[in-house]
Nanobody, 127 residues
Framework: QLQVVESGGGLVQSGGSLTLSCAAS????????IGWFHQAPGKVRDWVSC????????VYTAAVKGRFTISRDHAKNTVYLQMNNLKPEDTGVYYC????????????????????WGQGTRVTVSS
């Protein structure tokens, strides 16, 4: 069974840091790519970061560029999202999404090629 499971959410003060993890099972990062999405309270889910299917480079939405870093550990079959200088607007549920490596993030669009979603992990940033 293919699935992704997020962890690492919690409560942090503004300016603080958190690292989210997304552990994959049933597939490997050799064949599938994983990215991150954020759903703020009362808003729609939106993309945060993923790896481009074309060249493997990391892609970030403007709101997090310079503060968040996506990385992957093939040995652990896990993708991370290091979040620094957190702001109250970063509050919400963070989901990881997975899709075939040649499709997910095609042309740098993290909304393309998603096949699986995790259940999410909640992040609360207090001001």
């Amino acid at each position: 069974q293919l699935q992704v499971v997020e962890s690492g959410g919690g409560l942090v003060q503004s300016g603080g840091s958190l690292t989210l993890s997304c552990a994959a099972s049933g597939f490997t990062l050799e064949d599938y790519s994983i990215g991150w999405f954020h759903q703020a309270p009362g808003k729609v889910r939106d993309w945060v970061s993923c790896f481009s299917a074309n060249n493997g480079s990391a892609v970030y939405t403007a709101a997090v560029k310079g503060r968040f870093t996506i990385s992957r550990d093939h040995a652990k079959n896990t993708v991370y999202l290091q979040m620094n200088n957190l702001k109250p607007e970063d509050t919400g549920v963070y989901y990881c999404a997975a899709g075939p490596k040649n499709l997910f993030g095609d042309y740098g669009d993290c909304r393309v090629g998603i096949h699986y979603w995790g259940q999410g992990t909640r992040v609360t940033v207090s001001s």
